[in-house]
């Protein structure tokens, strides 16, 4: 079956250290996005991308990088100029023409913790 | 710019009670709009859509939504709430289709919280 995967499911990181949360989706979408979710924010969106090799800041990029270098894929770093970076990660994909399967694919999420 | 509103941020109903969860939306042209649901610590589940045609769209798990042009509105609900519908509901607008924004990009809601008592 077609989806989003992203990993690992939990990740824990020290103070200084950059970390890679990985998102991969089989659907052949074009978009890819990155969303951090902290309990009461809602989702806010940290990169995406419409097009291999290309990507776009969102609302809170700072302290974290991507790259697309191949349709599938679209890692997130979380470097360590991030200073709260404890949070919930979600990876999305869709298509970029409106019709019958136009709409965010989320994967299940990736839970990152500083120690 | 676009936006949506979720009034509410938490709700609670009885098991079998019927839902209706508020979502409001700011957007010059004709919307497409999603609502998802999202269980702890898991990703979000679209449950419907609408782009076109009829106004009234039924998802899954018994879930509907009204499009309403004159009220900016694309309300969720459900007839009988079981207490596994005990999640976070977010609604989305797509835009950049018409204003050289961002096309495809959704901007969602800030949720809200329904919690079902037995």
């Known amino acids: 079956d077609g989806g989003i995967t992203q990993s690992p499911k939990y990740l824990f990181r020290k103070e200084g250290q950059n970390v890679t949360l990985s998102c991969e989706q089989n659907l052949n979408h074009d978009a890819m996005y990155w969303y951090r979710q902290d309990p009461g924010q809602g989702l806010r969106l940290i990169y995406y991308?419409?097009?291999?090799?290309?990507?776009q800041k969102g609302d809170i990029a700072e302290g974290y990088s991507v790259s697309r270098e191949k349709k599938e894929s679209f890692p997130l770093t979380v470097t360590s100029a991030q200073k709260n970076p404890t949070a919930f990660y979600l990876c999305a994909s869709t298509p970029l023409v409106v019709e019958g399967n136009y709409g965010y694919t989320f994967g299940s999420g990736t839970r990152l913790t500083v120690v | 710019a676009q936006s949506v509103t979720q009034p509410d941020i938490h709700i609670t109903v009885s098991e079998g009670a019927s839902l209706e969860l508020r979502c409001n939306y700011s957007y010059g042209a004709t919307p497409y709009l999603f609502w998802y649901v999202q269980s702890p610590g898991q990703g979000l589940q679209l449950l419907l859509k609408?782009?076109?045609?009829?106004?009234l769209v039924q998802g899954i798990k018994g879930f509907e939504a009204e499009f309403k042009r004159s009220q900016s509105s694309f309300n969720l609900r459900k007839p009988s709430v079981h207490w596994s519908d005990a999640a976070e509901y977010f609604c989305a607008v797509a835009g950049g289709f018409y204003d050289g924004g961002s096309q495809g990009n959704l901007i969602f809601g800030k949720g809200t919280k329904l919690s079902v008592k037995p």
């Open positions: 609408y782009f076109s045609g009829d106004t």
């Open positions: 991308s419409q097009i291999v090799n290309d990507f």
